[in-house]
Nanobody, 125 residues
Framework: QASLVESGGGLVQPGGSLRLSCVMS????????VGWWRQVPGKEREGVSC????????RNADSVKGRFTISRDNAKNTVFLQMTSLTPEDTGVYYC??????????????????WGQGTQVTVSS
């Protein structure tokens, strides 16, 4: 059974950084694109960043370009999201996702098959 478990969320001041991790199990990560979505209060859930697995191609939402970086370590079955220059608008619950159908080219419009339970990120002074 597939499992995705996020960690690394917390409280950070504006301008700060956080690194989210997601350990995935129950499936062969090499065959899956992976990504991060977030649920910001008062807004619809949105795709933040994703990376395919074949000739890895990364996509980032305009709102995080230049600030967030996704990476994957297939050997450790782990996906990361390095977040820098955080603003209060980045506050929300962050979910890691995985989907085999996006393995060549991933997209941020969804839908994605596999989801973690989410980790809270709060940016506040």
């Amino acid at each position: 059974q597939a499992s995705l478990v996020e960690s690394g969320g917390g409280l950070v001041q504006p301008g700060g950084s956080l690194r989210l991790s997601c350990v995935m199990s129950g499936f062969t990560l090499d065959d899956y694109a992976v990504g991060w979505w977030r649920q910001v209060p008062g807004k619809e859930r949105e795709g933040v960043s994703c990376v395919s697995t074949r000739n890895p191609i990364t996509r980032n939402a305009d709102s995080v370009k230049g600030r967030f970086t996704i990476s994957r370590d297939n050997a450790k079955n782990t996906v990361f999201l390095q977040m820098t220059s955080l603003t209060p608008e980045d506050t929300g619950v962050y979910y890691c996702v995985a989907d085999e159908k996006y393995k060549n080219v991933c997209g941020l419009n969804g839908p994605w098959d596999l989801w973690g339970q989410g980790t809270q990120v709060t940016v506040s002074s």
